[in-house]
Each structure stands twice: as C-alpha cells, then as structure tokens.
C-alpha cells in the first residue's frame, strides 16, 4: 500500500528544525536512564532484560512494555530494545495453558510473577508493531519471525474453555479481551495503521479488511459533534459502563490514544478521509473548550465526577493529531504549543503520561514510520 510522508508539526509552528530531537532526547533521558525515585519509568532487571514500571500502580503492564518497545525501536535503541523483549518474552509470555500465546498484562514488580496471565490487546498489537519497526532498523529477522507469529495468533487462536483470538471472529475487529464473555471493545485498541504493517508483514490481506472495519466502527464510535470516543464500548460503537469502571462510557485516559490511532492511519496511508474528519472534530472540540479537561462525556458535557486539567497525554495525542490538517490551518500552531511547552511528567503519575508524551512527541514531529 502506498505511503505518504508524515510532517514536523513542529516545523509548522514555528520551531526549529532541530527542536523536536531536543524534545526527544531530553524525554528519553529523563525516562529511560534519568533519576530512579523521580523521573526514570525503565530499571534493569538483570544484565540482559530491562522493564518498564506503572510507578503509580506498582506494576508491570504489557501496555508499558510494548511501549517501552516501540519507543527504543523508532528512537534507534537496539540494545535496550534487546533487554526489554527479553524481559517481555521471559516474564510476560505465556508458554502454555488457555493463555497460551498472549501476553501477560500485568506482572509484579516483586518477583516478575503474572498477577493477571490475560491479554490486553493494546500490548499484543505494539509489540507486534515494535518488533516489525525493530526487524527493519535492526537487520533482525527473528524479530519479524516473532512478530509474525504473534499476528497470525491474534487472528487464529484456537478457542479452548477460556480464551479465543483477538480479533473477534464474528465481529472482525479487536476486542476488549480475548477472555471469552468479553464480547465489546475498546476505540483505542483499533490500531488501524499497524494492521496495514501487519497486513504487509504476513502476506495476509485481511489485515487490511480488518482496517477497513476498524474505522468503519470508529465513524461510529466517534460522536458526531465532538468527535470524542469513549474508553469502551460495544462493538456498534455505543459507549459501555462497566460495574468496575462506571465511566468508562466517557472519554478518558484510554480514549485520548485514539486521536494519535487516527492520524497515524491518515498521515501515512490517506486511506479514509473520515479518519481526518474525526480528528478535526477532536481539535475543534478542545479549542473551544480551552483551558480544557483530559474527562468529557462523549457528547462534551461534565465528566461524572470531577474532571482533571488536561494531562500531558491528552495533549501530546492532540498535538499527534494535527498531522492531519492542512498546513495553513491555525489550529496546529495552539496544539503543538502545548505540546512543546510542557515538561517530562515525573514523579507519580509519570508513567502513563510519559509514554504519551514520548509517542505523542514521535507522532507530532512526523517519526512514527514504517
């Protein structure tokens, strides 16, 4: 599939040409080798594996470590890279029983047991997608061979008493779990760009058609004023409340990715031009609302309790998303500016939105490539 060349927003706005590697570097310096009580998210675990830690939560997450993974990958990192795949493989990898395949989504920081041995599929799909990047940067072909066989189970999971594939097979699409009785999703696990790497990756087409899904379910999902997605939802796109997590019918922490999952799909593929259309909508909603919130109901009204000031991963994922406006558009310039402006989230929260913040800084300065 024909790709086109992403741009440096940062360029765009009046920065110059070197500024978004200063970002980088200072980003990835100060979380990956900086201060351990304050500042750094990534520790050794032994000469040869490194992890990446939730510090507010006291855990290990596929999430973070497939994060860890894409970042070291795209900011060429090869030996880092290298420790966290082995920790990922060694620790977070189930060999056998109904989870077999799939990665742990949360493992004690402690001893490096799994808490939870369930996949968050979020975790499959970027390390799927770092590995790809990583086999290319690298000149490492088991890293390919590892990633292949990980999308081709995503897809193909033999359902046994607990567990199925990923993607769903009725529906075609991610699910929220791959545990069965989880039959909803989540907007932000619809990776659409990396289905087309995986679609390329494997010589499987229906990568492609489960793209074509995705953003069909994303026009949906996606209210049709403010552009907003909620953190989960049906597979029709209605926002879903669950008993553990009531608002997860609102936008929040897992929602703001998919403004980055968007523009990633439109600025290197240009494949749907309603993927451009929801992402406008996102911009055009926060603008109006500045200084905005990081919680929204879907439809713009209050969050249910009380919403917080917009994080640095809202930001950084609205500053990724201005990829898809035209270049005369005064919009990049506000949302790139608070992307520039902030400082490396530290202390306890700094995980999360650390690794927004670094991805949101590759995808808003046109490095997110493959």
Not at 24 to 38: R, T, V
Not at 61 to 79: I, K
Not at 129 to 156: C, P, S, T, W
Request: glycine letters at 8%.
């Amino acid at each position: 599939m024909e790709r086109f060349k992403p741009r440096d927003m940062f360029v765009e706005a009046g920065y110059g040409p070197n500024f978004a590697d200063q970002l980088l570097q200072n980003a990835y310096s100060k979380l990956f080798e900086g201060d351990p009580i304050d500042e750094r998210i990534c520790f050794e675990a032994s000469d040869d594996m490194a992890y990446i830690v939730d510090i507010g939560h006291d855990d290990i997450r596929s999430e973070g470590m497939s994060y860890g993974m894409f970042v070291t990958a795209l900011t060429d990192h090869p030996e880092l890279f290298e420790k966290l795949w082995r920790f990922t493989k060694r620790y977070l990898y189930n060999a056998g029983g109904p989870h077999q395949g799939f990665y742990s989504w949360q493992v004690s920081t402690t001893d490096f047991s799994m808490m939870d041995p369930g996949s968050a599929p979020d975790g499959e799909e970027y390390i799927a997608a770092a590995l790809l990047i990583a086999a290319k940067r690298f000149g490492r072909d088991d890293y390919k061979q590892a990633a292949v066989e990980l999308i081709n189970m995503m897809r193909h999971k033999q359902v046994n008493e607990l567990v199925g594939p990923i993607i769903d097979p009725k529906m075609g699409i991610v699910r929220f779990s791959p545990v069965l009785g989880n039959d909803f999703t989540d907007p932000s696990y619809h990776t659409v760009a990396f289905y087309r790497m995986f679609a390329e990756a494997t010589g499987d087409d229906e990568w492609n058609e489960i793209a074509k899904r995705s953003v069909e379910y994303l026009t949906h999902a996606a209210h049709p004023e403010t552009g907003l997605c909620a953190d989960y939802s049906e597979f029709d796109g209605t926002p879903k409340s669950m008993p553990w997590f009531p608002e997860s019918n609102c936008f929040s922490g897992d929602a703001w990715r998919v403004a980055l999952n968007l523009s990633l799909d439109y600025t290197l593929f240009r494949a749907d031009e309603r993927e451009k259309q929801i992402c406008e909508r996102i911009l055009n909603f926060f603008e109006s609302r500045r200084p905005y919130l990081a919680d929204y109901s879907v439809d713009g009204s209050p969050f249910p309790r009380q919403g917080r000031e917009a994080t640095p991963g809202v930001i950084a994922m609205n500053a990724a998303a201005t990829q898809v406006l035209d270049s005369e558009n005064p919009l990049i310039h506000g949302f790139v500016r608070d992307l520039a402006n902030l400082s490396v989230p530290f202390r306890f929260w700094r995980y999360y939105d650390g690794m927004l913040y670094i991805i949101g800084i590759l995808g808003t300065a046109g490095k997110i490539v493959f």
